[in-house]
């Protein structure tokens, strides 16, 4: 999932949430926590 700057920034406004957003270069897939929830994002 391609997720931009302007996302996290969107995100951030939105909820009033939102620590240092970090890049990796490499995809490293992992499950979530359980009882954690993901974040989705609009569609543009």
Not at 20 to 32: A, K, Q
Request: aromatic share 12%.
């Amino acid at each position: 999932m391609l997720v931009l700057n302007s996302h996290f920034a969107d995100y951030r406004a939105r909820y009033k949430r939102g620590g240092d957003f970090r890049v990796f270069s490499d995809l490293l897939r992992e499950p979530l926590p359980p009882g954690m929830a993901a974040i989705n994002l609009p569609k543009r």
